[in-house]
Nanobody, 119 residues
Framework: QVQVVESGGGLVQAGGSLRLSCSAS????????VDWYRQPPEKQREWVAG???SGVSSVTGRFTVSRDNAKNVVNLEIDSLKPEDTGTYYC?????????????????WGQGTLVTVSS
């Protein structure tokens, strides 16, 4: 079983920066892609940024996705935070698990971490 856990959310002031972390754990798996999504209050979930599993970092506007020193930890850094960045941030991890010699795909979401940006 592969588990995905996000962390790092909280209350921050507009204009500041925040780093969220996505940690994948389990046995015998590899990561193909990691994406970050967010869901503002009373709105649909939307894609924010992503990176291939083999990547080091990726920048999409104010959002930077990067791999931590730990192989299965991917961070999302948000710069110049705005009140409209408020929402629950989710990490989605896709990859392959090796189950008794058979590679099976997985697609797992974390439980989310809440970010609130005050003006």
């Amino acid at each position: 079983q592969v588990q995905v856990v996000e962390s790092g959310g909280g209350l921050v002031q507009a204009g500041g920066s925040l780093r969220l972390s996505c940690s994948a754990s389990g046995s015998s798996f590899s990561i193909d892609h990691v994406d970050w999504y967010r869901q503002p209050p009373e709105k649909q979930r939307e894609w924010v940024a992503g990176m291939p599993g083999s990547g080091v970092s990726s920048v999409t506007g104010r959002f930077t996705v990067s791999r931590d020193n730990a192989k299965n930890v991917v961070n999302l850094e948000i710069d110049s935070l705005k009140p409209e960045d408020t929402g629950t941030y989710y990490c989605n991890v896709r990859g392959l698990r090796n189950i008794r010699g058979t590679l099976l795909p997985f697609d797992i979401w974390g439980q989310g971490t809440l970010v609130t940006v005050s003006s």
